[in-house]
């Protein structure tokens, strides 16, 4: 009997972790450092009890709920809840909504992209001028308006040569873009996965129509007492004509 081996796909694996560290990115620019360990807690089709999170987690609940709400705001978590019936209050169940997640690390990416842009753009255009000792950064206005010294240490303003850091901008946009690509991938996948999901759900539900439609039909159907047989009306016979005196006569004559 064969075995059936089931293969990794590295590319696939490889997706994944990129996915997960960019889940993590926009998940602590928005509720803080402590917050990434929830994606790996979260990132689950199921929805996970709070009080689990906050124990694999090891802090309050309360703490918990305070990030979570915080990405709640934007839509990255949802939750559902269940009443206890002995205790008689509700308990939160969350996940991570990978949708919206993508989405909104998109535009956090757009706009860092639109900054990078704008500092090259002022770095080929402007000059700067910089104080090497206490490592302070004017533009030219600036700098004539302190008489090109440094207002701390008095020390005289050098042009500084912006080459390296144009260079180091462009290296952050190149990769600022490529992760944007990704995204973009990642959110096109996820709107098709959706669709699916949503075309599955409607297909399913159409059929649970058509046999609910079906089932009715069949008990209306059982429900109506036949009809009794109609009986035919018989037409009523038509009574004879008396024949005339006048014509018995005249065969009399004959």
Excluded at 79 to 101: A, V
């Amino acid at each position: 009997m064969k075995t059936m081996v089931k293969e990794n796909n590295p590319k696939k694996q490889e997706d994944s972790k990129v996915l997960k560290k960019f889940l993590q990115d926009v998940v602590s620019s928005i509720a803080g450092k402590l917050a990434e360990e929830m994606v790996n807690l979260l990132n689950s089709k199921k929805h996970v009890n709070e009080f689990i999170v906050a124990k694999k987690m090891d802090i309050t609940v309360n703490q918990v709920r305070n990030m979570l709400y915080k990405l709640s705001d934007y839509g990255i978590v949802s939750y559902i809840r269940k009443k206890d019936r002995r205790k008689g209050w509700y308990t939160y169940f969350w996940r991570i909504e990978p949708l919206k997640s993508l989405e909104v690390l998109k535009d956090i990416v757009g706009k860092r992209i639109s900054q990078i842009k704008n500092q090259i753009s002022q770095r080929e255009k402007n000059v700067f001028y910089i104080c090497n000792r206490c490592n302070i950064e004017m533009d030219e206005e600036n700098s004539l308006l302190n008489n090109f010294t440094c207002p701390e240490c008095g020390s005289v303003f050098e042009i500084r040569d912006n080459s390296k850091l144009l260079k180091e901008f462009r290296k952050n946009l190149a990769k600022s873009e490529e992760e944007l690509s990704f995204i973009e991938g990642e959110l096109k996948g996820e709107l098709e996965k959706k669709a699916t999901t949503r075309l599955k759900e409607n297909r399913k539900e159409e059929k649970k129509k058509k046999i609910e439609r079906k089932k009715k039909f069949l008990e209306r159907k059982k429900q109506k007492k036949p009809k009794p047989p109609v009986k035919k009306k018989q037409k009523p016979r038509k009574a004879k004509k008396p024949v005339k005196k006048t014509l018995r006569k005249a065969k009399k004559r004959k």
